[in-house]
T-cell receptor, first 111, second 116 residues
């Protein structure tokens, strides 16, 4: 079956670094996405990985290991506005934009 | 990326009434739109795939007669929750697929439905 696991909740300090892990088991693989979702709002796109390695985009980086079915989202220089849920999603097919979603990790930033 | 507008953002209705939610793709012709439902502290759950000019494809367990989807144009899809009940209270979100990355989605603002 299709399964995506990520921690339910994490806490970090403003200015610090946090890594949110995601493991997946899907019938196929055509890319892994990270989305940010603030409470009461729709998700917004953060990153996309389809090849192994690290993709860096400003304060956010995303890593993928396809052989391990593993990804992480790395957030540096944390700001209070980074308090949100972070959703890991996998595209198991090569078309149609259908994604398998993780339950999300709620990140709490403390001063 | 695509700009997606969803309306209304919040709606409160009485049990037994029907509620219509609109999803508009403002700058992108979307042959396919997706409708999600999200309960508190849970992930997005795909309800159905809305196809322009044809019937929507519903996910297993989603009642097509209760959640009516119409995708009459390339820029508008509507979700009607018929005979709403309190258990239908949820956050409903639509999305369209963008160009470039396969699977990148652009979301509407979401609609918070509360059924009394």
């Amino acid at each position: 079956g299709q399964n995506i696991d990520q921690p339910t909740e994490m806490t970090a300090t403003e200015g610090a670094i946090v890594q949110i892990n995601c493991t997946y088991q899907t019938s196929g693989f055509n890319g892994l996405f990270w989305y940010q979702q603030h409470a009461g709002e729709a998700p917004t796109f953060l990153s996309y990985n389809v090849l192994d390695g690290l993709e860096e985009k400003g304060r956010f980086s995303s890593f993928l290991s396809r052989s391990k079915g593993y990804s992480y989202l790395l957030l540096k220089e944390l700001q209070m506005k980074d308090s949100a849920s972070y959703l890991c999603a996998v595209s198991p097919w090569d078309s149609n934009y259908q994604l398998i979603w993780g339950a999300g990790t709620k990140l709490i930033i403390k001063p | 990326g695509a700009v997606v507008s969803q309306h209304p953002s919040r709606v409160i209705c009485k049990s037994g009434t029907s509620v219509k939610i609109e999803c508009r793709s403002l700058d992108f012709q979307a042959t396919t739109m997706f409708w999600y439902r999200q309960f508190p502290k849970q992930s997005l759950m795909l309800m159905a795939t809305s196809n322009e000019g044809s019937k929507a494809t519903y996910e297993q367990g989603v009642e097509k007669d209760k959640f009516l989807i119409n995708h009459a144009s390339l820029t508008l899809s509507t979700l009607t929750v018929t005979s709403a009940h309190p258990e239908d209270s949820s956050f409903y979100i639509c999305s369209v697929g963008g160009q470039g990355y396969t699977g990148e989605l652009f979301f509407g603002e979401g609609s918070r439905l509360t059924v009394l």
